[in-house]
């Protein structure tokens, strides 16, 4: 059964200000409530004063997302009653939205490039959050807080394009690393996107998940969607068109019991705000380099692989740290590290990209490069320098942990009894070795470099080994 799935998401735009209003959009460590003033409290009598850098932020992701800017675009006015919204609408944009008929490439199941074409790209004005107190379902009172009211929004729409919830997943981490490297959206601010999906079975009827926050949120309820719908249809009953809330605690979606019809929504165009005319002003934008572009030129100029260019340029502050370190003198020795090593052991901290020292890097590759460390001891120099870090300390050169931790490399004769003493220690391995099984060797090498803690080379063990047991037909 194919899987057809849609995706609908919000991005909070990080100006300044507030869409209509003179609000501070960086409300994140305050009292709720204390970032609103008349207009975005929709209190009678105000007028919204549309935010000029907000429409550029847009116009950027449209033009990013390769649509076609209407002629003239026009603000809406959604009208529903909740008290996330105190005016009783939402400015938002319907039948003319400010760009349509994009399309973004992401990778497909099968690895190779797809495009992702998306419907329309449109504005409109976060609301409130309310807050319910009280166990699960039954929340016993709600609260609501205003200073997310009016921020600023960019909603984007897809075709219904995507196959699986990886694709899906990996559509919006793209679009993610686009929008940063746009700079008008931070994928770090807790709640700054906001997924609603459309899925369905092939010839199936359509069932809309709301409100997926997270970005593995995502991929979760889609999973746990398919499966109930599969069910459902393996029961011999079909799949029922209607909304369900994904409740993130439980991996779940519950049928959400009432559901309002676009027509239920009475949209007209909002009177307080003139159409946008901004095509011309769209075509003379100058967008950053993008995601795409960058791998090309890390391939390009820096010889750096497909698939570590893909991981560097899929994170804009991994990408700005690699041109960093990439001084270094050997870019393939600067992506290895950036993207496998260091990436590892950032993600295992939870630290940010941003608090490692990339002079130290630096030098760290440096020593790597030489030869003067193995790649083992440059993994405990680099551990040393990210835990120091992270606990907020000047971290030691390189140099200082490599003499401190006594992690130089010694030349190779000084091993000669470590490899006897091997050698001596695991005669069941040796013969295995001489009757022919290569991966013996490993199993030897392994104990070797127990014994020297990491300092030897490997490779060079191996071939001490190989020559202090000789007597094998087998080379490795
Ligand atoms: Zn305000
Ligand atoms: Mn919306």
């Given at each position: 059964?194919?899987?057809?799935?849609?995706?609908?998401?919000?991005?909070?735009?990080t100006?300044?200000t507030?869409?209509?209003c003179g609000?501070?959009t960086d409300?994140?460590?305050?009292p709720?409530?204390?970032?609103?003033?008349?207009i975005?409290?929709?209190?009678?009598?105000t007028?919204?004063?549309?935010?000029?850098?907000?429409?550029?932020?847009a116009?950027?992701?449209?033009?990013a997302l390769?649509?076609?800017v209407?002629?003239?675009?026009?603000?809406?006015?959604?009208?529903?009653?909740?008290?996330d919204?105190?005016?009783?609408?939402?400015?938002?944009?319907?039948?003319?939205?400010?760009?349509v008929d994009?399309?973004?490439?992401?990778?497909?199941?099968?690895?190779?490039?797809?495009?992702?074409?998306?419907?329309?790209?449109?504005?409109?004005?976060?609301?409130?959050?309310?807050?319910h107190?009280?166990?699960?379902?039954?929340?016993?009172?709600?609260?609501?807080?205003?200073?997310?009211?009016?921020?600023?929004?960019?909603?984007?729409?897809?075709?219904?394009?995507?196959?699986?919830?990886?694709?899906?997943?990996?559509?919006?981490?793209?679009?993610?690393?686009t929008?940063e490297?746009?700079?008008?959206?931070?994928?770090?601010?807790?709640?700054?996107?906001?997924?609603?999906?459309?899925?369905?079975?092939?010839?199936?009827?359509?069932?809309?998940v709301k409100?997926i926050?997270s970005?593995k949120?995502?991929e979760?309820a889609?999973?746990?969607?398919i499966?109930?719908?599969?069910?459902?249809?393996?029961?011999?009953?079909?799949?029922?068109r209607?909304?369900r809330?994904?409740?993130?605690?439980r991996?779940?979606?519950?049928?959400?019991?009432?559901?309002?019809?676009?027509?239920?929504?009475r949209y007209?165009?909002?009177?307080?705000?003139r159409?946008?005319?901004?095509r011309e002003?769209?075509?003379?934008i100058?967008?950053?380099?993008l995601?795409?572009a960058?791998?090309?030129?890390?391939?390009?100029?820096?010889?750096v692989s497909p698939?570590?260019?893909?991981?560097?340029?899929?994170?804009?502050?991994l990408?700005d740290?690699?041109?960093?370190?990439?001084?270094?003198?050997?870019?393939?020795?600067?992506?290895?590290?950036v993207?496998?090593?260091l990436l590892?052991?950032?993600?295992?901290?939870d630290?940010?990209?941003?608090?490692?020292?990339?002079?130290?890097?630096?030098?760290?590759?440096?020593?790597?490069?030489?030869?003067?460390?193995?790649?083992?001891?440059?993994?405990?120099?680099?551990?040393?320098?990210?835990?120091?870090?992270?606990?907020g300390?000047v971290?030691?050169?390189?140099?200082?942990?490599?003499a401190?931790?006594?992690?130089?490399?010694?030349?190779?004769?000084?091993?000669?009894?470590?490899?006897?003493?091997?050698?001596?220690?695991c005669p069941?391995?040796?013969?295995?070795?001489?009757?022919?099984k290569?991966?013996?060797?490993n199993?030897l090498v392994?104990?070797?470099?127990k014994?020297?803690?990491?300092?030897?080379d490997?490779?060079e063990?191996a071939?001490?080994?190989?020559?202090?047991?000789?007597?094998?037909g087998?080379?490795?």
């Amino acid at each position: 059964m194919t899987v057809i799935i849609g995706l609908e998401i919000h991005c909070q735009l990080t100006t300044r200000t507030k869409l209509f209003c003179g609000c501070s959009t960086d409300y994140r460590n305050d009292p709720p409530n204390t970032h609103t003033c008349p207009i975005c409290l929709g209190l009678p009598g105000t007028l919204p004063c549309l935010n000029r850098k907000a429409v550029e932020y847009a116009l950027r992701v449209a033009k990013a997302l390769n649509c076609t800017v209407l002629e003239e675009a026009e603000f809406a006015r959604k009208n529903y009653f909740y008290p996330d919204l105190p005016k009783g609408f939402q400015i938002t944009m319907y039948d003319r939205p400010l760009a349509v008929d994009g399309h973004l490439e992401i990778e497909a199941d099968n690895g190779t490039e797809k495009r992702i074409r998306i419907t329309r790209v449109h504005m409109e004005e976060d609301p409130g959050r309310l807050v319910h107190v009280g166990s699960g379902d039954r929340p016993r009172y709600s609260l609501v807080d205003y200073n997310r009211s009016g921020i600023p929004l960019i909603e984007i729409v897809t075709d219904p394009d995507l196959r699986s919830p990886k694709e899906a997943r990996r559509f919006i981490n793209t679009l993610r690393t686009t929008l940063e490297y746009l700079g008008v959206f931070d994928g770090d601010r807790e709640g700054g996107l906001r997924v609603d999906a459309n899925i369905s079975m092939e010839r199936g009827s359509r069932v809309e998940v709301k409100n997926i926050s997270s970005y593995k949120g995502v991929e979760k309820a889609l999973t746990f969607e398919i499966t109930r719908q599969r069910n459902v249809i393996r029961r011999g009953l079909s799949v029922e068109r209607e909304t369900r809330h994904f409740l993130e605690a439980r991996g779940v979606t519950t049928s959400a019991r009432s559901k309002e019809e676009e027509h239920d929504y009475r949209y007209f165009p909002e009177p307080d705000l003139r159409p946008l005319r901004v095509r011309e002003w769209c075509d003379a934008i100058v967008l950053p380099e993008l995601p795409a572009a960058r791998r090309v030129r890390f391939a390009d100029s820096f010889g750096v692989s497909p698939s570590h260019a893909r991981t560097l340029c899929g994170d804009l502050k991994l990408a700005d740290f690699f041109e960093e370190v990439v001084v270094c003198g050997d870019p393939i020795l600067a992506a290895t590290w950036v993207a496998d090593t260091l990436l590892g052991e950032v993600y295992y901290r939870d630290m940010e990209i941003a608090r490692v020292p990339a002079g130290h890097f630096v030098e760290l590759l440096r020593l790597l490069k030489k030869k003067e460390i193995t790649d083992k001891g440059g993994v405990e120099v680099l551990r040393a320098i990210l835990d120091q870090s992270a606990r907020g300390e000047v971290p030691e050169t390189p140099a200082t942990i490599v003499a401190r931790l006594n992690l130089g490399k010694a030349a190779g004769d000084a091993f000669g009894p470590v490899i006897r003493e091997v050698v001596e220690s695991c005669p069941a391995a040796v013969q295995d070795f001489r009757n022919g099984k290569p991966e013996a060797l490993n199993y030897l090498v392994g104990q070797a470099m127990k014994r020297t803690r990491g300092r030897a080379d490997p490779k060079e063990l191996a071939r001490m080994i190989r020559e202090a047991i000789g007597g094998s037909g087998v080379t490795g």
